[in-house]
């Protein structure tokens, strides 16, 4: 737009048929969202960052957890392996939460249960760093580092 000599910007001229620069800046906004939730790293990432959050608070891992169930079908086979570690990593830590407190008494699971948050926050990092590296999980089903 072009101001007009009293300070007022000037009207834009619009063809019939053609969109202002407004409405294609709008609908660009809309066309980049959506290539953008069909990139194949976008549900990974969702599901890695849930994973993420959920070292501080657990809830969103249920989310993430439900994400890469329904994300892994439809998934190429490099990013199965993503999904897979990030199952994995839930049910892992759900278990070795369940081992750590029946072995409270017996002080191992004391152990368990402080290392355990470490060893989520190591698979968490390690499995975005590949994923953004575009590797690979080398061993997906390992309850290690993968």
């Known amino acids: 737009m072009m101001s007009t000599?009293?300070?007022q910007p000037e009207p834009e001229i619009i063809p019939p048929g053609a969109k202002?620069?407004?409405e294609t800046d709008y609908a660009t906004g809309f066309e980049s969202?959506?290539?953008a939730m069909t990139h194949p790293l976008t549900m990974p990432r969702i599901a890695y960052g849930l994973f993420a959050v959920a070292?501080?608070?657990?809830?969103?891992m249920?989310?993430?957890?439900?994400v890469a169930y329904i994300a892994r079908g439809e998934a190429p086979e490099w990013l199965k392996g993503h999904y897979t570690f990030l199952i994995h990593t839930f049910w892992g830590?759900?278990?070795?939460?369940?081992?750590?407190?029946?072995?409270?008494?017996?002080g191992v699971g004391m152990l368990l249960l402080w290392v355990l948050p470490l060893w989520y926050v190591i698979r968490?990092?390690?499995?975005?760093?590949l994923l953004e590296n575009r590797q690979e999980v080398p061993n997906p089903?390992?309850?290690l580092f993968g």
């Open 20 to 22: 202002s620069s407004a």
């Open 93 to 106: 830590g759900l278990l070795l939460i369940l081992v750590g407190v029946i072995t409270w008494v017996v």
């Open 62 to 66: 249920l989310i993430g957890l439900i």
């Open 141 to 143: 089903q390992s309850l």
């Open 33 to 35: 969202v959506s290539s």
């Open 55 to 60: 070292a501080i608070s657990g809830f969103p």
């Open 124 to 129: 968490i990092v390690r499995g975005w760093i």
């Open 5 to 7: 000599g009293q300070g």
